[in-house]
């Protein structure tokens, strides 16, 4: 599979996202989104890393999500999981494939451990947004952040793993493309997660 092929794919996985379960279904499919809305997720991810990948992975959901900054972080880290679950699929279907050197086969049993670290981590993180609770905010939204951090972790590991010249190929030029997308997900859920925090002091 070419570069470009797996970019297309990875950009496929983001817009066939479901609604994100931090939402009601009521208010995921029975409003539509309005202008205000549109624009409160066009401004706050201006001021993500990946202002552009942001947008378009969350302005789908701009009616569930409002003008929340709570739901807006908890949609993106809804929308990361999701994407981290599908490449950890792909990542197995690509392991069982022939003809993997060893030194690849290494990196990819590596890569899929740590996605699956990650899985766990976005999981804990949204079950935490979900369940914030005034009292207790500031120890909550820490572990919100540890959570989603340490995935972001993972991720540039899984990536790193794939690094040097003996792992040239096409192999790696996959892997590290999805591993991109994903970890640029995983970022900019953060930084929405940071802003939201920000707001309680």
């Known amino acids: 599979m070419a570069a470009s092929e797996a970019k297309n794919f990875a950009t496929i996985l983001l817009f066939s996202l479901a609604i994100a379960s931090c939402t009601s279904p009521?208010?995921?499919?029975?409003?539509l989104?309005?202008?205000?809305?549109t624009d409160f997720i066009r401004t706050s991810c201006s001021k993500t890393t990946y202002p552009?990948?942001?947008?378009?992975?969350?302005?789908?959901?701009?009616?569930?999500?409002?003008?929340s900054p709570k739901l807006l972080a908890c949609t993106a880290l809804d929308v990361t999981l999701k994407n981290a679950r599908s490449v950890s699929v792909l990542m197995v279907n690509l392991s069982r494939s022939q003809g993997l050197k060893p030194r690849e086969a290494a990196a990819m049993q590596d890569c899929m451990e740590l996605l699956g670290d990650a899985v766990d981590e976005l999981r804990r993180s949204i079950a935490e947004m979900k369940d914030l609770k005034e009292r207790d905010f500031k120890l909550m939204i820490s572990d919100v952040q540890t959570w989603a951090s340490a995935a972001l972790t993972d991720e540039d590991t899984c990536s790193d793993g794939f690094a040097g010249k003996e792992m040239d190929g096409k192999v790696k030029t996959v892997?590290?493309?999805?591993i991109v997308t994903l970890s640029?997900?995983?970022s900019n859920a953060l930084a929405l997660i940071n802003a939201y925090a920000s707001l309680h002091g």
Request: hydrophobic share 40%.
């Open 33 to 37: 989104p309005n202008e205000n809305s």
């Open 26 to 31: 009521s208010s995921a499919l029975g409003d």
């Open 52 to 67: 552009k990948l942001c947008f378009s992975s969350l302005s789908s959901h701009a009616a569930a999500i409002q003008m």
């Open 184 to 186: 640029h997900l995983t």
């Open 175 to 178: 892997v590290r493309a999805w």
